[in-house]
């Protein structure tokens, strides 16, 4: 849950100290609403329901408002019951519900948090264009990979900075490296295709060595 609080902190997102602070025992019975987690992590944690909406925050006089995709996002636990005899599958007709209850409240972007889902439930999310879902698993949430200290910082370009990037090298964006949208720190930035990202590397000989890459 702190992994999920730390990335929209990330992303520009307004994220309440309580949140932040929030101890398993309190996330366990505000969020999931139980009392106790059972031998196989977290249950019975809804199918569909809205677990918080985050706003971005406003930038300060002078600053850029395109630094990443601007849009307030919707978080949805959509853990099912587990065990030999459940279903922990999230479906498309869970999808289905996650988008209308995002729709209700005037956003156009969600994230869900999963143990599994079926093939179905992928393809819903792919191919409906009124919404972006972001979906993620409960195991990519157990560490933060951008303090992993062989992570080196991403940054994300704006517009403006990226048209300058390109400018100076005399380049189209295709021609920088690639990196994919499902790479881990590209879901955990939450960019789009067509984004560039500038990675910053610390080197002994150089002190500090920034590449580029472009989202695909």
Partial sequence: ???LQT???DRGYKVSDENLNLSLDD????????DELGGNGYQGAGTGKLDSK????????GEDADIIEKQDICVFWVLKDYGPDADSKVSADNVKQVIINTLSTGCNRALMIVRDVTAQCKKEIEIDPAIKVELFFLDDLQ???????????HEVLNEEQKYELLKKYR??????PKIQSSDPIAKY????????????????????YVTYRHVI
């Fill in 171 to 176: 380049i189209k964006d295709h021609q920088l």
């Fill in 54 to 61: 985050y706003e971005l925050i406003a930038p300060k006089e």
């Fill in 143 to 153: 560490v933060n990979i951008t303090e992993h200290n062989l992570v080196p910082k």
């Fill in 189 to 208: 930035l939450g960019v789009n295709r067509g984004t560039v990202l500038k990675i910053t590397r610390s080197s002994e000989t150089a002190g500090k």
């Fill in 7 to 9: 990335m929209f902190v």
């Fill in 27 to 34: 996330f366990k019975k505000k969020k999931l609403g139980i």
């Fill in 1 to 3: 849950y702190k992994t």
